[in-house]
């Protein structure tokens, strides 16, 4: 299977559907960067570097995606109500094409351990939430520099991110309809020195309210990866949760990505369709 963009779908019980996408769009009109010099001066160039490579270095990558999608009990939204777990083999293709950011993702279902009739939500694409930070995208957000945080044994700046309105951006859901733009706020955990990113959090600004949805929220996490052949290892995604809420149920994704390794740009993925 391939999408051209990474895309969330859920539907509720009442059959309402909502499509929740990241998306990786082409860049209107350039507006001036908006962002602070408390500290960031030196760290938003080296995420902006570390980003263009992690694009670059991801679309020569396959891995397996485990995916849990789970439906929570109304009462406690930490237990579960029903879940399946599928198990996908995956590419992520991120290129420029004609002056445009563009994205393939192809997936290939491995293993299915439960299937499940009831609703669930369908989750794509969140192991590119760092595209929030590639220079196609500096000009649509707003970035300040929130302090330090120990994370994962290291020391790791925060660098807070908050999408302006009315420029483009890598967040879009669809209701019916077109792709409209979502306005997405969070906070990444960096590196200060290199600019690796080693956590996201990012979540979906009340404007959203019109299409029912009361929250939406991911967490992406980051390690250091070592590739078979390679003494230097590679940052990259090994987790991403995301939540979605209605005033009246909650869905829960949990993707888990492993056995990366590279792969040859010709090579076809066995049962995938074009």
Known sequence: MIARFPRCTCRAAAR????????????????????????????????HAFVQQF???FSYLRYEEDVVQAKLKNNNNEKVAYQQER????????????GKLRVDEQRTLEKWRHVESRPLLNTYGFCTLAMIFHPYY?????????????LQGRVLARVQFEHLAGTPTPVLYQMFGPDR?????????????????????????????DM??????????????????ETTPRVLPVSATIDLETPRQHW?????????????????MPGATQ
Not at 212 to 229: D, H, N, T, Y
């Open 16 to 47: 309402a559907a909502f499509l929740f996408a990241l998306a990786l769009l082409p860049a209107a009109a350039q507006i001036p960067a908006r962002q602070g010099t408390n500290g960031l001066d030196g760290i938003l160039p080296k995420m």
């Open 55 to 57: 694009a670059e270095d």
């Open 87 to 98: 198990v996908f083999d995956s590419i992520v293709r991120m290129r420029f094409e004609e």
């Open 138 to 150: 500096e000009s649509s957000f707003r970035f300040s520099h929130a302090g330090d945080d120990v």
């Open 181 to 209: 733009p979502l306005e997405v706020r969070g906070t990444a955990w960096v590196d200060a020195a290199t600019g690796e990113i080693y956590r996201i959090e990012a979540t979906i600004a009340p404007a959203v309210s």
């Open 212 to 229: 029912g949805v009361k929250m939406i929220r991911a967490a992406v996490e980051f390690q250091p990866i070592l590739l078979q052949a």
């Open 252 to 268: 829960r994704n949990v993707h888990h990505f492993t056995d990366y390794r590279k792969y040859r740009v010709a090579m076809n």
